[in-house]
């Protein structure tokens, strides 16, 4: 790993951490397109990444501001997590198995894009 790998790799960090902490948003946002574009993952290792550094900070410091301000619906989050880790094994599984690296890019930009969208055009 060059320096160079590692200072983008401080900038992808910090700089999805903050959009994360402060919007919601930084890995597919952010982080997945950085790792692609700058670093020239491709996109199912790019995805894999993004998840395996998550596990930590989403689930310990992010997660405790939020609590600490009262903002946490516990109930809501423990129906939440349950489905969600079925939905992204699931995901992953077709994902690594059963679409290509090209046509997960494009349903990744494809998805963002509508997201974007739909974020501007709503009132």
């Given at each position: ?61 992010s997660a405790y501001n939020y609590w600490k301000a009262g903002h946490i619906n516990w109930k809501y989050a423990f129906i939440l997590m349950a489905t969600f880790s079925l939905g992204s094994y699931l995901g ?32």
């Amino acid at each position: 790993m060059t320096i160079n790998t590692i200072i983008w790799l401080l900038t992808i960090g910090f700089l999805g951490g903050v959009l994360s902490g402060s919007m919601g948003v930084g890995g597919g946002v952010i982080m997945v397109p950085m790792l692609v574009f700058i670093l020239g993952m491709g996109q199912h290792e790019a995805q894999g990444t993004y998840l395996g550094m998550m596990i930590p900070p989403l689930a310990a410091f992010s997660a405790y501001n939020y609590w600490k301000a009262g903002h946490i619906n516990w109930k809501y989050a423990f129906i939440l997590m349950a489905t969600f880790s079925l939905g992204s094994y699931l995901g992953s599984y077709v994902a690594n198995y059963y679409i290509s690296g090209k046509t997960l890019k494009k349903l990744f930009g494809i998805i963002m894009l509508i997201s974007g969208l739909k974020l501007i055009i709503s009132k």
